[in-house]
C-alpha cells in the first residue's frame, strides 16, 4: 500500500486530519500531493540541495519503514497463534 492510499484510511479512521481524504478531480488525494511537495521542499531547502546527506535521510527512512513492517508482522505472527 502506498502513501497516498494510507493516508486516505487513516484520514477516515480519523488518526490523521481529515483534509487527507479530500479527493481531487482526478481521484488524487490533493491535500496529500501538497503537502508531500511542501515536505520535499522544505528538506531540499533545510540541507541546501546537498545529496549526500539527502542520500543518507532516504537510506535511514527506509531502514525504519523495514524495520517498522517486519516488527508489526512479526507481532501479528505471535498474538495471532
Request: hydrophobic share 50%.
Amino acid at each position: 500500500m502506498g502513501q497516498r492510499p494510507a493516508t486516505y484510511f487513516l484520514a477516515r479512521d480519523r488518526l490523521i486530519p481529515r483534509q487527507f481524504a479530500n479527493r481531487g478531480d482526478r481521484l488524487a488525494f490533493s491535500n496529500g500531493i501538497l503537502i508531500l511537495a511542501l515536505l520535499s521542499a522544505l528538506l531540499l531547502l533545510g540541507f541546501a540541495g546537498d545529496t549526500h546527506q539527502l542520500i543518507s535521510l532516504y537510506a535511514v527512512g527506509v531502514f525504519v519503514s523495514f524495520t517498522l513492517s517486519q516488527t508489526s508482522m512479526v507481532w501479528y505472527w505471535l498474538h495471532a497463534s
